[in-house]
T-cell receptor, first 109, second 114 residues
């Protein structure tokens, strides 16, 4: 079983749609959790950290369920500029970030 | 921008050659991690350096080695290059004292092995 699993997509949605990405992780000792965004042929950029209480940043909401080892990202009112690959990331021991393969989102007008 | 820089941007090598990639960390960060991202995959952890010492290593063979300098910049060296080493090599800087370990990535070096 992969350490971090994501639905690879692609997700093709119209502008204004709400889209949800899910991710599961296998190591219950994981300590911190993130969503990164990666544009084509660019480096990953931190989108948001994910906290147990859930957190929101504008149109983006992240949730963590430690009992189920499940992380989610909700994007409301999708924009064309949201088109990218979204990487679910888990940190276990303060060193390595463990990445999922990424979920590709394409927002069309 | 994150303030993390990498050089060179692109590199083409042939099988069996050796390569050195460089990374300058963000100001105030004392930790550099290196990742390999093959096409269509998420980044995979190679190793991490903290205050000039290796502080963790992923599942990569010994021909992948590294260094960190007193100014916290870092090098990744790969010997005896193989075709499968073709990938985007990313370095990420962080402040290890930050237990949440947010890491900030440089633009990467795209290595092609022919």
């Amino acid at each position: 079983r992969k350490e971090v699993e994501q639905d690879p997509g692609p997700f093709n949605v119209p502008e204004g749609a709400t889209v949800a990405f899910n991710c599961t992780y296998s190591n219950s000792a994981s300590q911190s959790f993130f969503w990164y965004r990666q544009d084509c042929r660019k480096e990953p950029k931190l989108l948001m950290s994910v906290y147990s209480s859930g957190n929101e940043d504008g149109r983006f909401t992240a949730q963590l369920n430690r009992a189920s080892q499940y992380i989610s990202l909700l994007i409301r009112d999708s924009k064309l500029s949201d088109s990218a690959t979204y990487l679910c990331v888990v940190n276990q021991a303060g060193t390595a970030l463990i990445f999922g393969k990424g979920t590709t989102l394409s927002v069309s007008s | 921008e994150t303030g993390v820089t990498q050089s060179p941007t692109h590199l083409i090598k042939t099988r069996g050659q050796q390569v050195t990639l460089r990374c300058s960390s963000q100001s105030g960060h004392n930790t550099v991690s290196w990742y390999q991202q093959a096409l269509g995959q998420g980044p995979q952890f190679i190793f991490q350096y903290y205050r000039e010492e290796e502080n963790g290593r992923g599942n990569f063979p010994p021909r992948f080695s590294g260094l960190q300098f007193p100014n916290y910049s870092s090098e990744l060296n790969v010997n005896a290059l193989e075709l499968d080493d073709s990938a985007l090599y990313l370095c990420a800087s962080s402040l290890l004292a930050d237990s949440y370990n947010e890491q900030f990535f440089g633009p990467g070096t795209r290595l092609t092995v022919l």
